[in-house]
């Protein structure tokens, strides 16, 4: 399927659902995520959690470096977009891949297989989810019982008492960070400096909590019970 197509022929809103090539090691939570209508978009090797699935991608993008000759001709048979790059390039898979869904204009993204691994590309992950060039992307990092989302202004999050919630700043300085409602430890218009592990290990007391900051960027990071 070439980009073209898939742009035309998807209407938006639209929710992707984008394997990176980390570890999948909860392959069951991701499989009861994805819908039929959902567009599977992988960055290089992240393909191959797709094919585990029993999933055909629409778009494989990156230098293809991780997917061998049999991932390829399967996926080229399968009618995958295969959108490939030199080896030597400035930008990872994933922020190729990030870039692509961007074009798509989404409704949201969710992220498969974005942890594990190497640790200089998992924070590169994380971290890239923060760049200022994906602010409009609205992002939820899936890994089994875990989600979660880059804020810049406010998030409810909704769950069951007992579930845990960590903020941990990703700027400098997050200023005017309020919890509103249901959490177990509250905050009011404070100060989080980077590098600051206050918000770590909270508590739903509720099915829903609302956060909210003024300045900055977090990553909130909700861990359920069940």
Request: with cysteine; glycine share 8%.
């Amino acid at each position: 399927m070439s980009r073209s197509t898939l742009t035309d022929t998807l209407s938006s809103p639209m929710r992707i659902i984008l394997f990176a090539n980390g570890e999948l090691p909860y392959p069951d939570h991701a499989r009861a995520l994805i819908r039929p209508e959902d567009v599977i978009l992988c960055a290089d090797g992240g393909a191959r959690h797709a094919m585990d699935l029993g999933l055909t991608p629409d778009r494989v993008v990156g230098d293809l470096d991780s997917l061998d000759s049999t991932d390829l001709l399967h996926l080229s048979r399968d009618g995958a977009d295969l959108d490939s790059y030199p080896q030597d390039k400035d930008d990872t898979d994933l922020e190729l891949a990030l870039r692509a869904a961007r074009e798509l204009a989404p409704e949201e993204v969710i992220l498969l297989g974005a942890l594990g691994g190497r640790l200089d590309q998992t924070l590169a992950n994380i971290f890239l989810l923060a760049h200022p060039d994906y602010a409009d992307l609205r992002v939820i990092l899936v890994n089994g019982p875990e989600r979660a989302w880059v804020v810049r202004d406010e998030l409810v999050v909704r769950g069951r008492p007992g579930d845990i919630l960590s903020v941990i700043p990703l700027t400098p300085d997050v200023t005017g960070l309020t919890y509103h409602h249901g959490l177990r430890w509250t905050l009011t218009d404070a100060i989080l400096p980077f590098g600051s592990s206050r918000g770590v290990s909270n508590e739903l007391v509720a099915e829903e909590a609302r956060l909210s900051l003024k300045t900055g960027v977090i990553l909130v990071i909700h861990r359920t019970s069940r």
